[in-house]
């Protein structure tokens, strides 16, 4: 990674609670607020954010680990600011403290771990993996 990335560093935006954000199983809505998963999508975006500026050419990111709790509720309609704050930064690690607020309340919070990885020893596990999926994949349909 770059130099420049520090704990204390913060990142954050806001977005609105749209209806397609709403927690939805099997098509049924079950409520009118923003789902965990799309708070966590956005918990996830800001940590992202926080590191690409300080991410090599051939490096990347991706999430490792999510500790996260949906406190309190975002209704349709409502604005929530998202927002990244560093608190570690290691070769190989960037951790966040995570928030969702709005304006009334505490929406969810948490930590955000992200590692930091070589894209072409990340690409070569990729296709290795492809390699083994569809070897097995050939297998199954010659049975």
């Known amino acids: 990674m770059k130099p420049g990335l520090h704990p204390g560093a913060a990142v954050?935006?806001?977005?609105?609670?749209?209806?397609?954000?709403?927690?939805?199983?099997?098509?049924?809505?079950?409520?009118d607020v923003m789902s965990t998963v799309m708070m966590i999508?956005?918990?996830?975006?800001?940590?992202?954010?926080?590191?690409?500026p300080f991410l090599e050419?051939?490096?990347?990111?991706s999430g490792y680990a999510l500790d996260i709790k949906h406190v309190g509720p975002a209704l349709v309609g409502q604005v929530?600011?998202?927002?990244?704050?560093?608190t570690e930064v290691a070769p190989k690690r960037v951790i966040?403290?995570?928030?969702?607020?709005?304006?009334?309340?505490?929406?969810?919070k948490g930590s955000f771990t992200q590692a930091i990885f070589d894209?072409?020893?990340m690409a070569r596990r990729?296709?290795?993996?492809r390699g083994k999926v569809?070897?097995?994949?050939?297998?199954?349909?010659?049975?």
């Not at 954050?12 to 409520?31: L, N, Y």
């Not at 999508?41 to 690409?52: H, L, N, P, S």
């Not at 966040?96 to 969810?108: I, K, Q, R, S």
């Open 80 to 86: 929530v600011t998202f927002r990244a704050v560093c």
């Open 126 to 129: 990729f296709m290795e993996l």
């Open 12 to 31: 954050s935006f806001a977005m609105t609670v749209t209806s397609d954000m709403r927690p939805a199983f099997d098509g049924k809505v079950v409520h």
């Open 57 to 61: 050419e051939g490096e990347e990111g």
């Open 96 to 108: 966040c403290d995570v928030t969702a607020e709005t304006e009334f309340n505490l929406v969810g």
């Open 134 to 143: 569809e070897e097995k994949q050939g297998k199954h349909q010659t049975s």
């Open 119 to 121: 894209k072409k020893v």
């Open 41 to 52: 999508y956005y918990m996830e975006k800001a940590g992202r954010e926080m590191i690409v």
